[in-house]
């Protein structure tokens, strides 16, 4: 079942998912948002403190963040998803990072709130879990595990505006890189189907469904009165991307900066955000959110 073995800059060994004959996996395999937040927590001074805290990781696929959290000293830390291949997959990952005694697996639903956990820890964390549907329902998931005095953290690829945007697609030059530009710093899995895409229809509906995702978590959040927070620099750059001259770099001058106003005030905000290197392709531009609730807010 287990395909390629990474070892990740923060020394946890993920061993990716081999190609599932009957259905996509996407969460069998590593993506940037993943790496990107398993960096934050090892590096950034924004980061909050987690050993010995409890954790969730939400739509965890490889489990590679709550591991991450686990070999820094994060207790207990749950790793959940909701496909039995991929249960199987985070446990080989447990037993190969020899952390089996504070992660554990879990069977999550987002559709099903009898799965969900009854103790509500103390970190919930989820990555590139934003890439289909309206967003709402992985939110109300959150926010169902978020207890006052809890921090969530969610990393997602940036994604462009408007499809519309994107260079000519009756040329085919274009087209051909646009593509490659799409694809690029996806897993090589993933990479090769991305790259065999013809369709120009097929790959704006790809980019404007990332984008419908991510917006439409944010105006569920905002409906349910959590508080939104967006990791950046003192420029207000949006910091995330690991793609730096350094391995550090990514994350340095950083503080999470509240996301105020209305649901298209915050995803206008979103939508919006600058980059220090606006030429990456959209999987590489990565944003950092922090959620909590009001004090006065209840579940």
Request: net charge negative; charged share 20%; aromatic share 8%.
């Amino acid at each position: 079942m287990a395909g390629t073995e990474i070892r990740t800059d923060e020394g946890v060994v993920i061993f990716e998912g081999s190609p599932h004959k009957a259905k996509v996996l996407y969460g069998n395999l590593l993506w940037t948002g993943a790496l990107a937040l398993s960096k934050f927590f090892a590096t950034s001074s924004a980061a909050p403190p987690v050993k010995g805290r409890s954790c969730l990781e939400l739509g965890a696929g490889t489990g590679v963040v709550g591991l991450t959290l686990g070999s820094m000293g994060a207790e207990p830390v749950f790793i959940t998803d909701n496909e039995p291949e991929l249960l199987l997959l985070m446990k080989k990952n447990i037993e190969a990072n020899n952390l089996s005694d504070r992660v554990q697996t879990f069977c999550l639903d987002w559709a099903d709130g009898k799965s969900f956990m009854q103790q509500l820890p103390d970190l919930v964390v989820a990555a590139d879990v934003l890439y289909e549907g309206d967003g709402s329902m992985f939110c109300h998931a959150l926010a169902k595990h978020l207890r006052i005095g809890a921090e969530a953290y969610v990393a997602n690829h940036h994604n462009p505006d408007k499809c519309e945007a994107l260079p000519d697609p009756f040329g085919e030059g274009s087209r051909r890189q646009v593509l490659f530009d799409f694809s690029d710093s996806l897993p090589s899995q993933a990479k090769k189907s991305q790259c065999e895409i013809s369709d120009w229809k097929k790959l704006c509906s790809v980019l404007e469904t990332l984008q419908k995702a991510t917006l439409g978590f944010l105006r569920t959040a905002t409906r349910l009165g959590l508080r939104v927070e967006r990791l950046e620099d003192s420029k207000g750059f949006a910091i995330g991307s690991l793609r730096t001259n350094t391995r550090r770099s990514a994350f340095q001058e950083e503080a999470f900066h509240p996301l105020n106003g209305n649901a298209d005030a915050i995803c206008t905000m979103v939508r919006g955000a600058k980059f220090h290197q606006p030429d990456l392709s959209p999987m590489e531009h990565i944003q950092i959110f922090r959620l909590s609730r009001p004090i006065s807010h209840n579940l």
